[in-house]
Nanobody, 121 residues
């Protein structure tokens, strides 16, 4: 069974940091571009960041540029999202998703269950 499992979410104060992890089971991530998405209450899901299969190419949504960093360790079958200088507007459920042989995360096919990130004092 193909699964993506996110972890690392939690409650953090504004200005703080969190590192999210996206681990795959049942398949190897090295053939997939991996994206991070988020959905805040009452809002549509939005793309946050994407990393190519090799990890050479990354992109970020404007609201998180300069604060978030995506990386991958194919040996550990895991993708990470390092989030710094967190703001209350970053509060959302964060999901990772996989796009086979992709590079832009525009057509992801597998989703994790999500992890809650809450930024509040």
């Amino acid at each position: 069974q193909l699964q993506l499992v996110e972890s690392g979410g939690g409650l953090v104060q504004p200005g703080g940091s969190l590192r999210l992890s996206c681990a795959a089971s049942g398949f190897t991530l090295k053939s997939y571009a991996i994206g991070w998405f988020r959905q805040a209450p009452g809002k549509e899901r939005e793309g946050v960041s994407c990393i190519s299969m090799s990890g050479v190419s990354t992109n970020y949504a404007d609201p998180v540029k300069g604060r978030f960093a995506i990386s991958r360790d194919n040996a550990k079958n895991t993708v990470y999202l390092q989030m710094s200088s967190l703001k209350p507007e970053d509060t959302a459920v964060y999901y990772c998703a996989a796009e086979l042989f992709g590079s832009s995360c525009a057509r992801v096919g597998y989703w994790g269950q999500g992890t809650q990130v809450t930024v509040s004092s």
